[in-house]
């Protein structure tokens, strides 16, 4: 059966088939470009990734070193100040974000793969499984906030890695319910009937024909997922159930300089804004993406 | 009506069933032996056993999990294995506190996030609604614990208008617009694109066709029709905002059921933990539930379904 299908596909509907959907996401580049603050987000993302992937390079210090330069304000030597130990703010903050990006992809990855998988398969099977997974995302859902998360971490222990897959889970039920919307509509398509008709086995059905249909909205979702969880990573660590000393991350370093407000300012901004440009750029960038690839939500 | 809210009642059974389980199976999943690790490594033989009996870990799992929402249901949610207190107990007497908190900041984000809403809607693409949804992007991509730490270097260090700490309703005061300011950026956006779906509806040309002035056309007839998705929000960020309360009373060092819980993780207290679960999360439940009935009576579609 198979191969009659690919018998009848020739290169030429293959060259076809690849370039309609290379033009798909040229097309929405394209129109990402005519949004300034989307551009503005998109390149302040870069910029960061940049910094993450050349850290040994940039940082005028090594994030762990201590001196006893203690709490030392800005100065050219170490432009935003040391901490409390005496380590370089700026080394940190850029070491920072390989902690913080990276905290971000995997949790939103978590949450996508299990949710699309989730979602997906209650959509397409239905009956008791579709019933029994969302009943189970309901439950999840009823956690509020951020304590579904740090129920996570009190049975694994307080952790980077642990924040990671906790902030991954609390984020399973999100994208298990837009798989599952988009899946419902998707399924009953002319196509997908089709070939069901013709007698397409399920995988094949889900990989070849759902998936590719329903990646617009959880795409959308992910990029914004990805500042939620870098948001919430930070503040696992501020409580202290996240990133451990001495590693450099954002939110602990934020917690670290909660004793010292009164006359080290420095060791509370910058951290801070670093937090705030990333997830801001982030969010910008997925405001954007939203407008253009989901035109039913454009305002 | 009465069928709405019976049958809308009876789904938070299942989900209760579930969170029950889930707050009992905590301590089971711990990684290795959940006795050893509540006890620390300065505990004896004699000590591991009492608590396993007083545990009751050497029944089977289902006469425990019995047991556990038995006694859940009675108030009993178990004793701290440190202090040795009702676990209940420990959590009513820190819950006033957050709750005060809670409730302060879903008050205040309800009221500035809907106010600038419909202002940012009805002044749609000015410079007006530019601002305020760049004060809404600046809210919801700005972490509580910064703006919290920014609060207190300025009000509090800088110009000493506010304390930092302590009690009464002046201490209150920068930690409500701390839990607040994310909550309200989300309503401000979703009260917004939501007046902006009725503006666009038949009903409201219509109004306006026969002359009504326009602002009568915007808060009588869009304005009541677009706060009803924006209600649901508002019990979704309640949830939010209880959860949220942790990380704010971090920062401002105030006592309630956010210390209380880092105090428990890092003691590795399952008694307390789950307790803390449980609690809330019925909590949440709860007000879920409230939120919905108040739905069905703001909108008859949903009662007449």
Known sequence: ????????????????????????????????????????????????????????????????????????????????????????????????????????????????????????????????????????????LAFPGILLAIAIIAILGPSLSNAMIAIGIEAIPVYTRTARASTLTVKELEYVVGAKALGSSSGRIIFRH??????????VLATVGVAGSILTAAGLSYLGLGAQPPTAEWGAMLSSSRSYLRDSWWMATFPGMAIVLVVLSLNLFGDGLRDILDPRMRR | MTRYVLQRIVLVIPVLFGVSLA???????????????????????????????????????????GRYVYHAVQGDFGTSIRSKQPVLDEIMARFPSTLTLTIC???????????????????????????????????????AFWSGILLILLFG?????????????RALILPTITLAAPAAAVLARMTRSSMLDVLGQDFVRTARAKGLRD????????LRNALVPVITIVGIQFGALLGGAVIVESVFSRPGLGRYTITAIEQRDFPQIQGIVLFAA????????????????????????
């Open chain 2, 215 to 222: 602002r009568i056309v915007v808060y009588r007839h869009v």
């Open chain 1, 210 to 219: 759902i998936l590719p249909n329903i990646t617009t909205p959880l795409i």
């Open chain 1, 1 to 140: 059966m198979s191969s009659v299908t690919q018998a009848a596909l020739r290169p030429a509907d293959l060259a076809a088939a690849e370039s309609h959907a290379r033009n798909r996401y040229a097309d929405a580049f394209r129109k990402l470009r005519s949004r300034p603050m989307a551009m503005i987000g998109a390149v302040i993302i870069l910029l960061f990734i940049a910094m993450a992937l050349m850290a040994p390079i940039l940082a005028p210090y090594d994030p762990t070193d201590i001196s006893r330069d203690r709490r030392a304000a800005p100065t050219m030597e170490h432009p935003f100040g040391t901490d409390e130990l005496g380590r370089d703010v700026l080394s940190r903050i850029i070491y920072g974000s390989r902690v913080s990006l990276r905290v971000g992809l995997i949790a939103v990855s978590i949450a996508l793969v299990c949710g699309a998988i989730l979602g997906i398969s209650a959509a397409y099977f239905g009956g008791w499984f579709d019933g029994t997974v969302m009943r189970i995302m309901d439950v999840m």
């Open chain 2, 282 to 305: 019925a909590i949440y439940v709860f007000v879920n539930l409230a939120v919905d009935l108040m739905y069905a009576v703001i909108d008859p579609r949903i009662r007449y379904r």
């Open chain 2, 157 to 169: 260090l800088k110009l000493g208008w506010l304390p930092i700490a302590g009690s009464g309703w």
């Open chain 2, 23 to 65: 707050a009992f199976m905590m301590s089971h999943l711990v990684p290795g032996d959940p006795v050893a690790v509540m006890l620390g490594e300065t505990a004896t033989k004699e000590d591991y056993d009492n608590l396993r009996e007083q545990l009751g870990l050497n029944d089977p799992l289902w006469q425990q999990y």
């Open chain 2, 105 to 143: 900041a879903c008050v205040t984000a309800a009221v500035v996030g809907i106010t600038l809403g419909v202002l940012a809607a009805t002044s749609k693409r000015s410079g007006v609604d530019g601002l305020i949804m760049t004060f809404a992007l600046l809210g919801v991509s700005m972490p």
